[in-house]
């Protein structure tokens, strides 16, 4: 009998990769998807798995492995999708050897990202198949799936989660382990060197291998038909699915497993039968459109949003006129996300904000800076984008305009794509001030190691990239490591890099406070010696609060000791205790 145990989607996805035999992962940690690795990792003593430093390496790693004849995958988020498009389109042409998958986590909601791209429109355009399972059962199941037509039909795959399926839980039947004899490697320039001749002949290989996927797609048991009502017939896939069966028990539902080719035999033959036929998929329309094409009558986003998250309420009122929508209880307050108390960030965001210096923001804990009471980062695109929009600030407008501007990025995501950004600064003579936020993690995702931390994913002590020699050997002129809590040193570091004409580096150091586990001493605020000037207040602690009478306390359940309240104090109300 097989056991069945409650897993998250990630971690039913991980166990998946392991039952199909998969030898290489790579990834780079991005939510929704970075417990995939996490939960992979447990399983090290038969597969070899790694934190790259970005998403386009990982993607490499995973098309050399299977170029090896091994199972091999990578993982990522949506946006990280994008860093890695350059290898997954062109490798989309060369095929596979040993079986490759591509992960990737949707954020339909936008629970940590910075925008909903929808995966399913890339892929399509790279031509790359793609399987989308509703739970974490078929999770499971899906990914080993995806390894076996990949090896099939000679194609990479993607397997597209939402946060939804990711972060949810459902019972997953474990089976064990099975390692697929190693494909042999064979030289083949044709198939493998993608260079402009060779190129032309695999884009037909492509075209006819997805030809041969959509009319495979009509009898694969991924695609099926659940008859009911046929007066409502819905078409959907992954986590919707779940919305449609709650919300429209009786309709009849053609549940898709493979997204991309679609079914259209099975599609046809389903909308033929149902009196009105309906499109449920979250974020963009890539199915409704796809039906339109095929001329078949069908209601999609004219009922239902490109925007965000659906759910089974939302689907009840958009098609049976229920609202029911939950609101929230009157007068509970927001709550907006805020750094950690004891966070470095907050220290170096208070001396900047002091200096009214505008920041040039990147992705991490730190775009935070942009909210009140801090309000530093003006600007935040992507992974590494602070760094080259303050040099695109200064080539357009010159240094005088950015001398109230710096670039703040972590040292997570300078090591993942903000070194080529700051090599283009020092290459093309760019001037201004770069602060690499290091606090010794990657702290936005759950503090996972990466190249200057000297920790793998799997545990191993290594060799750390050591910054400041990386810097002086990319030709950065001026470089220093200050402690942000040192704020007469930060705020000289930045008035001295402000004033050098050149590229200027602040390595802004402090670990992220919550990788201690030793219980810090906390600070108590002495009432009688107050004297409400709020000075203490400015970086916006959650640890301190204001009582209605005007007194400053702080929480010493919060406070992690970090010490920048007392810094702040000029008149002694505040104390070092426990």
């Given at each position: ?5 409650l ?6 996805i ?15 940690p991005?939510?929704p998807?970075t ?16 934190w ?15 170029l ?14 994008n ?6 389109y ?16 949707d954020?339909p ?6 925008n ?12 790359l ?15 080993k ?8 039909y000679d ?6 989660t939402?946060?939804?399926l ?32 060779n ?11 997805m030809?041969e ?7 694969m ?16 896939a ?24 679609l ?13 009105k ?6 974020l ?26 659906y ?23 927001n709550?907006p ?25 990147d ?23 602070g760094?080259?929009s ?9 240094r005088?305009?950015?001398k109230?501007?710096?670039a ?11 070194i080529?950004?700051l090599?283009?600064?020092?290459y ?23 190249a ?10 290594v ?15 001026w ?10 040193a ?10 050098f004409?050149?590229?200027?580096v ?17 600070y ?23 009582g ?6 702080s929480?010493?359940?919060l ?5 920048l309240?007392f ?5 002694g109300?505040?104390?070092?205790a426990?």
């Amino acid at each position: 009998m097989q056991e069945s145990v409650l897993m998250l989607g990630n971690a039913a996805i991980a166990r998946g990769a392991y039952e199909a035999g998969v030898k290489v992962a790579s990834a780079y940690p991005g939510t929704p998807s970075t417990e995939i690795s996490e939960c992979l990792v447990q399983y090290a003593q038969d597969l070899y798995c790694e934190w790259a430093p970005n998403e386009k390496v990982a993607a490499e790693v995973a098309i050399g492995a299977n170029l090896a004849g091994v199972r091999a995958m990578a993982c990522m988020k949506h946006v990280g999708f994008n860093v890695a498009a350059d290898p997954a389109y062109t490798v989309s042409y060369m095929g596979v050897n040993g079986g490759l998958l591509f992960v990737v986590a949707d954020d339909p909601g936008l629970y940590s990202s910075q925008n909903e791209q929808d995966t399913r429109m890339v892929a399509r355009a790279a031509k790359l198949p793609v399987l989308e399972p509703a739970d974490s059962r078929e999770a499971k199941e899906y990914t080993k799936m995806a390894f076996e037509l990949s090896v099939a039909y000679d194609r990479p795959f993607v397997l597209r989660t939402t946060t939804r399926l990711a972060h949810s839980q459902s019972f997953v039947a474990l089976e064990p382990r099975v390692v697929p004899e190693d494909r042999p490697y064979s030289r083949n320039p044709a198939k493998n060197v993608m260079m402009p001749g060779n190129a032309k002949g695999r884009h037909a290989a492509v075209e006819e291998r997805m030809r041969e996927l959509a009319a495979a797609a009509d009898t694969m048991p991924i695609n099926t038909v659940e008859w009911g009502d046929t007066k409502i017939g819905v078409i959907t896939a992954g986590i919707p699915y779940l919305y449609v069966k709650e919300a429209l028990p009786e309709a009849s539902v053609l549940k898709l497993g493979m997204v991309h080719p679609l079914p259209k035999g099975l599609i046809s033959e389903f909308a033929s039968k149902v009196e009105k036929l309906y499109i449920v998929e979250e974020l963009d329309p890539l199915i409704e459109e796809q039906v339109r094409s095929w001329g078949i009558s069908c209601i999609g986003k004219e009922a239902f949003t490109l925007l965000g998250e659906y759910s089974a309420n939302m689907l009840r009122e958009a098609l049976l006129g229920e609202k029911t929508q939950a609101k929230p209880a009157e007068g509970a307050p927001n709550r907006p996300p805020i750094l950690c108390p004891g966070c470095p960030h907050r220290s170096t965001y208070e001396v900047l904000r002091k200096l009214k210096i505008h920041a040039a923001g990147d992705i991490g804990c730190y775009t935070l800076g942009a909210v009140a009471p801090l309000g530093v980062v003006d600007t935040t695109v992507c992974m590494g984008s602070g760094i080259s929009s303050l040099h695109g600030m200064e080539k357009a407008k010159g240094r005088d305009y950015i001398k109230d501007w710096v670039a703040v990025i972590g040292d997570s995501t300078f090591l993942h794509t903000g070194i080529n950004s700051l090599l283009n600064m020092v290459y093309n003579q760019s001037t201004g001030t770069v602060l690499i936020l290091d606090n010794s993690t990657t702290g936005m995702t759950g503090h996972q190691d990466h190249a200057a931390t000297g920790k793998t994913l799997q545990g191993k002590t290594v060799p750390a990239v050591d910054l400041v020699e990386l810097l002086k050997g990319m030709g950065v002129p001026w470089v220093r490591v200050v402690d942000v809590f040192d704020h007469p040193a930060l705020s000289g570091a930045v008035k001295e890099a402000q004033d050098f004409e050149g590229v200027s580096v602040i390595i802004a150091q402090s670990p992220c406070v919550l990788l201690s586990k030793v219980k810090r001493p906390f600070y108590r605020f002495l009432p009688d010696k107050c004297k409400k000037c709020k000075a203490c207040l400015g970086p916006g602690c959650p640890a301190i609060t204001v009582g209605e009478d005007g007194v400053i306390t702080s929480d010493e359940t919060l406070c992690s000791g970090c010490g920048l309240c007392f810094g702040l104090c000029k008149f002694g109300a505040i104390e070092l205790a426990g």
